[in-house]
Every structure is written in C-alpha cells, then in structure tokens.
C-alpha cells in the first residue's frame, strides 16, 4: 500500500540558509499535518492544511511557511534557519475532513540538521 | 486544554514478560486516544487508537489498552515482550477543543526488552 512520503530525508543546511521539506500524502488524501520532533523529545504539531486551505496552527516560527498545493502536496518552507531548527520533520495525512477521531498516516520523517 | 502524561520515562523488561506502558490524560471533551510507537531512526507507527466504543482497544503486534474514564487512564500492555518492541511508544491525545485533528504527545517511553 502507498504510504506517506516525505523528500528530502536527510538534509543539512547552515545557520541563516533556507529549507524546503515536501510532503507527499497518501493517494486521496486531502489533509496533511506538520509536526517538529526536537531531539528526545516528543512530536510538536506546526500546521494542518485541508483542501489547500490552512485548518490550524501551531507553535510554528514566523520564519516557517507552509502551503497545500491542487495535487494535496505540502511545502514547508524554512528561512533564516538557526540551530535550534534542527529536528525530524514529520508529516502525516489523512482522507477527509480532519477531526479528531480520525487516524493519522505518518510519512518517516525529514531529518533536518542546521550547523 | 488537552494533556496526556507518561508516567515513565524507560521501562526494562526481559523476553517474555509483560509489558505495562503508563498513560494519563486530561480532558475536557470525550478525548480520542492513540498510542504510536517509533522504532530507531523510523517513523510514527500506530499501535491502537480509543475512539469511544470498546474501552479495551486491542492493536497490532499483541498490544492493547483499556480506557478508564474514572482513572483517566490509557495503559498500554502486552502479555508477553518481543526484543523487537524496543523502541520509543508515546501516548497521543487528538486536540477535540479546535477539532482539527491535531495530536498532542506526551513525552515518551522508552522500552527496552532484555534477552
């Protein structure tokens, strides 16, 4: 079965470079979730996109921007990028409206390492 | 606000023995729970998930929990370790205030599984 991909997996930019994650749902898959995982730590949620609009926000920096493009694709684009920024990048979709009954499919990750 | 606590930061168990992974959460709303299990290195993997109906949920690979609203618990065990379930298992709570889907984490277990 299609699963989740995430592109690129590993990346390592410097201090004030840009990123660019992308996140592929799964194949009719309509919404998609941004999450941050710092080093041992847990998962923190940035930003939901459902049918290309933004359905929530979270604890995402000013300096991250984020978009749900016509084939339900995601970008996160990172600027200014600081040390700090260095984390697993997960994205997870899932069809339909979000809501919170509703099971999330994770992709495996970008690993983003900012020197 | 939506939380969920996990009571142990590590768990140690041999081959063969039980396992009981801690779980509480606070809600305000009738909270859908997960438990994800994240292998070295991969992605989110979800085990099981409560979405109010049975309050004992079973999951893949012989894992289970059972909801107890009085204790405002979500435990997660399983009769009888494998070395291959050691990995880090989060308790999940979706956010059910904005309805979005969005999951909160809690901090993580560690288990490991000795021979």
């Known amino acids: 079965a299609a699963g989740v991909i995430q592109s690129p997996r590993h990346l390592i930019k410097e201090k004030r470079e840009t990123a660019t994650l992308k996140c592929y749902p799964i194949p009719r898959h309509d919404t998609v979730y941004w999450y941050q995982q710092g080093p041992g730590q847990d998962p923190q949620f940035l930003i939901s996109f459902y049918e290309k609009m933004q359905s929530d926000k979270g604890s995402i920096p000013d300096r991250f921007s984020a978009q749900q493009f016509s084939d339900y694709h995601s970008e996160l684009n990172m600027s200014s990028l600081e040390l700090g920024d260095s984390a697993l990048y997960f994205c997870?979709?899932?069809?339909?409206?979000?809501?919170?009954?509703?099971?999330?499919?994770f992709g495996p990750g970008t690993r983003l390492t900012v020197l | 606000a939506q939380s969920v606590t996990q009571l142990d930061s590590h768990v140690s168990v041999s081959e063969g023995t039980p396992v009981l992974l801690r779980c509480n959460y606070s809600s305000s709303y009738s909270p859908s729970l997960f438990w994800y299990v994240q292998h070295p290195n991969k992605g989110l993997q979800l085990l099981l998930k409560y979405t109010s109906a049975a309050t004992l949920v079973k999951g893949i690979n012989g894992f289970e929990a059972e909801f107890k609203k009085s204790e405002t618990s979500f435990h997660l065990t399983k009769p009888s370790a494998h070395m291959s379930d050691a990995a880090e298992y989060f308790c999940?709570?979706?956010?059910?205030?904005?309805?979005?889907?969005?999951?909160?984490f809690g901090q993580g277990t560690t288990l490991q599984v000795k021979p």
């Open positions: 997870a979709s899932l069809f339909g409206q979000p809501r919170a009954y509703n099971e999330q499919f």
């Open positions: 999940v709570v979706s956010d059910r205030s904005s309805n979005t889907g969005k999951l909160i």
